[in-house]
């Protein structure tokens, strides 16, 4: 089963401000559905093949992914750059493992996380 809900409620407000602060983890940069404003998550996020492959920890229903596919497009900071991204869908775990680099360990089945985020890099202008 993906991380519970409350947990992700504790951990919005007292350990991502903290890890988007310390530049050390690949950070979301997402607009809410309903409240417009621009939020930061960080993020599980690893370079596949024309994109990125995202894991919502605390499953599909999460607010940034809800938020994501909603608005279809978000920026991705990871190692130093900016990167927009579009196309957001979910993927299951057998598509995710095909994406991936060998090198990249998913979270352990034994967490349930099933769907994965899929976005594709904008082309740059």
Same mark, same amino acid.
């Given at each position: 089963m993906p991380m519970p809900?409350?947990? +992700?409620? @504790? *951990?919005k407000r007292l350990f991502n401000p903290r890890a988007v602060a310390s530049g050390r983890w690949p950070v979301l940069e997402h607009v809410g559905r309903r409240s417009g404003r621009t939020y930061r998550t960080p993020m599980d996020a690893h370079p596949v093949e024309g994109g990125y492959l995202l894991v919502p920890v605390y499953g599909p229903r999460s607010d940034w992914v809800r938020n994501?596919?909603?608005? +279809?497009v978000a920026r991705l900071r990871? *190692? +130093?750059?900016?990167v927009d991204l579009a196309q957001p869908r979910l993927i299951d775990r057998q598509q995710a493992e095909e994406l991936v680099s060998e090198d990249v360990?998913?979270?352990p089945r034994v967490l349930r996380i099933h769907q994965f985020l899929r976005m594709n890099r @904008?082309?740059?202008?």
């Open positions: 809900r409350w947990w +992700g409620h @504790v *951990n994501v596919l909603e608005s +279809g990871a *190692n +130093g750059e900016e360990a998913l979270p @904008v082309a740059e202008r």
